[in-house]
């Protein structure tokens, strides 16, 4: 079978099981979330938080319940990070320093998994147990609370209720990405993933070097770190190591894995609003931009010029042998546009059109289809914007989903898409006027500047990868990435949530002749144009000076 042939079955089979999962998981979360009864395990994590559940929140308790519990994980994570040499099972590890401790509390916190160590030798058991893998399930769950949330003021009227987050939170942790994992894991370790906690095992290689082997409970935290979109790898190789992902079944599951949850909440959506067509219109928009990418880096790679290219088949520099060109430069879109964060290849390796593309794909925001939560309620903030252009076109009030798209709605929507740019661009002018962003380069030119780039582009949309000669374990990037990433992850939630209550206190207003149907294919179309276009006109100078200038000269 040509390798060719053997790509196209691949996407063809992970685009059959995201549509086969798509309704049934789609109709569950819904469920979930609209469901008023309580298991007996979720009544007695609100007994010991002292919650209620079934008490409504306006959108500033909400956000105060997101901000606390997100504040007290990142303190914990921090204090456990620096203390993991007098625990159990500290396999002889030394404290994380200060500055690294701060930068992987807000990482995993806010959804990023950015990491500036090498877990197998710099984590302890504990640390990734207790403290990583935890977070790869309530900052996910955090996610799609505020996603439900969005949701609920777009399905509500005349409140300003939006639900509860202690509820919300438990649930998507308990009914959706617990169970979901299990399987996963399972899986896994059918694969050929590990599952231990054993000692470091020392070997001898067959030229006579000592090799120190890190055990671990590789299979769990590989299984959430791609369905939360997560994507902090047990190992410094990430879903390149065989352990995480040992063949092309794992690869094309951990694929699935993260795709699955963001392609399937339109249906949650459509469900909750009560028209399944307008969630079908947001996932038909996420689907075209991330099946255009994929068709995009793929050709990009096999087609990279160069004889060593030519006589290899393609662009193998810094991809494993054993997974291949197609599958990973299909798991490099797929990660890039939600915010995973995983990686099975080494995206400073990929040419520069082709790690163009994977920066346009978190400069996105990350909405194709996007982190858990945060991929859905993204596209919402999009689709409130292309609802006001085509007001403005037509000469009319905008109106989506029975609410006017007003003054108020439509600042709230504007700051939403103006703060990651204000990150990114900020960010990254201020590394490389400094000595501190010029030294972290490994490379000269367009792809150095990609590099510095990439890394508050991948920290400011909480995705997490990065492009892998970027030396950025220093106190300043530890210190001005954390922030990024904090700052990436709630200051978007502040506008979300405010504007969920802004639309839950309004009254329905009638359809009319001359309202936009945003369940028709035409809608699809301009929710992709106006994605393409609002991001191309904010960063398309800053891709100019790197990547495209890379790829020009190559």
Not at 380 to 385: F, K, Q
Request: with cysteine; glycine share 12%; aromatic share 8%.
């Amino acid at each position: 079978m040509s390798p060719v042939l053997a790509d196209v079955l691949q996407v063809t089979a992970l685009i059959g099981a995201l549509a086969l999962v798509h309704r049934p998981l789609g109709d569950y979360m819904a469920a979930v979330y609209s469901s008023k009864k309580h298991l007996r395990i979720e009544k007695w994590i609100y007994r010991s938080v002292g919650a209620n559940p079934d008490a409504e929140m306006r959108w500033p308790a909400y956000l105060r319940g997101v901000l606390i519990f997100s504040a007290v994980g990142v303190l914990f994570l921090y204090v456990l990070q620096r203390v993991q040499d007098k625990l159990p099972l500290s396999l002889g590890f030394k404290p994380i320093t200060p500055d690294q401790a701060f930068n992987t509390a807000a990482s995993f916190i806010s959804n990023t998994n950015w990491q500036s160590y090498s877990g197998e030798v710099a984590m302890s058991h504990v640390t990734q147990t207790a403290g990583l893998a935890v977070q790869n399930f309530v900052s996910a769950a955090v996610g799609m609370a505020v996603a439900v949330a969005l949701v609920r003021g777009f399905a509500r009227s005349r409140t300003g209720d939006l639900g509860n987050f202690w509820s919300d939170l438990v649930r998507g942790t308990i009914r959706v990405l617990v169970p979901l994992s299990v399987i996963a894991a399972v899986i896994l370790v059918a694969c050929g993933a590990i599952q231990n906690f054993g000692d470091i095992h020392h070997i001898t290689t067959l030229t006579g070097d000592k090799q120190a082997l890190s055990p671990g409970a590789v299979a769990s935290q590989e299984a959430i770190k791609d369905l939360g979109t997560n994507g902090g790898g047990y190992f410094n190789a990430n879903s390149a190591h065989p352990f995480e992902n040992p063949n092309g079944l794992s690869n094309l599951l951990e694929i699935f894995l993260l795709l699955v949850i963001p392609f399937s909440m339109p249906r949650t959506f459509g469900k909750m609003v009560g028209s399944l067509k307008q969630g079908y219109a947001i996932v038909a928009a996420m689907g075209i931009v991330w099946f255009g990418a994929v068709l995009a880096v793929t050709w990009l790679e096999y087609a990279h010029p160069g004889t060593a290219s030519h006589l290899a088949g393609g662009a193998m520099e810094g991809k494993e042998q054993r997974i291949g060109e197609g599958p990973s430069s299909l798991f490099a879109v797929s990660t890039t546009m939600t915010s995973t964060g995983s990686v099975n290849s080494f995206h400073d390796s990929f040419s520069g059109l082709s790690g163009g593309v994977l920066l346009l794909g978190m400069m996105l925001g990350e909405l194709t289809p996007g982190g858990v939560g945060s991929g859905l309620y993204g596209m919402l903030i999009m689709a409130i914007i292309a609802v006001f252009l085509a007001g403005l076109m037509v000469g009319r009030t905008p109106e989506y989903l029975g609410k006017k798209i007003g003054t108020r709605e439509i600042k709230l929507a504007a700051c939403y898409i103006l703060i990651t740019p204000a990150l990114v661009l900020i960010g990254t002018a201020v590394a490389i006027a400094l000595p501190d962003g010029k030294e972290a380069m490994t490379n000269i030119g367009a792809h150095g500047f990609s590099e510095v780039l990439y890394a508050y582009t991948s920290a400011s949309n909480n995705n997490g990868s990065a492009f892998a000669g970027f030396g950025a374990n220093t106190p300043f990037f530890n210190t001005t990435l954390g922030l990024c990433m904090l700052l990436g992850r709630f200051l978007p939630m502040v506008f979300v949530l405010a504007l969920a209550g802004s639309l839950a206190e309004q009254k329905p207003v009638p359809e009319t002749a001359g309202t936009l149907r945003t369940e028709k294919p035409l809608f699809t179309g301009l929710l992709v144009g106006t994605l393409l276009i609002v991001t191309g006109l904010t960063f398309f100078p800053a891709l100019a000076l790197g990547p495209l200038a890379e790829g020009l000269a190559s």
